[in-house]
């Protein structure tokens, strides 16, 4: 299994992204899918995640409001549309796969089984 991250960029803040995580390997639909970022010095932490139906999605309240998670199931992809960049967004942004997560785990990433390599983020204010 390999999930695949790309989209990360540089922008100023007020700038947008969209990142997107691929698969193969395994087919997406099935697992809850998480995005997580990790900042130099700090801790892995939740940004979104979306059960695997697509109808329920969940984020930090840091990227309330800016970040849509949303997900093509016939394309095994997940998105991240990140709009109104601060300079504390910026991280590495990895995506994650989970199968049968229940709603009490989706913001733990010990819960995701797969995560892709990660994709930089950097926002200039």
């Known amino acids: 299994v390999q999930l695949q991250a790309s989209g990360g960029g540089s922008v100023q803040a007020g700038g947008s992204l969209r990142l997107s995580c691929a698969a193969s390997?395994?087919?997406?639909?099935?697992?809850?899918m998480g995005w997580f970022r990790q900042a130099p010095g700090k801790e892995r932490e939740f940004v979104a995640a979306?059960?695997?139906?697509?109808?329920?999605?969940y984020y930090a309240d840091a990227v309330k409001g800016r970040f849509t998670i949303s997900r093509n199931n016939a394309e095994n992809t997940v998105y991240l549309q990140m709009n109104s960049l601060k300079p504390e967004d910026t991280a590495i942004y990895y995506c994650?796969?989970?199968?049968?997560?229940?709603?009490?785990?989706?913001?733990?990433?010990?819960?995701?089984?797969?995560w892709g390599q990660g994709t930089q983020v950097t926002v200039s204010s």
């Open positions: 994650a796969s989970g199968p049968s997560l229940i709603l009490s785990s989706i913001r733990n990433p010990n819960q995701y089984t797969y």
């Open positions: 390997g395994r087919t997406l639909s099935r697992d809850t």
């Open positions: 979306i059960f695997r139906s697509g109808g329920h999605t």
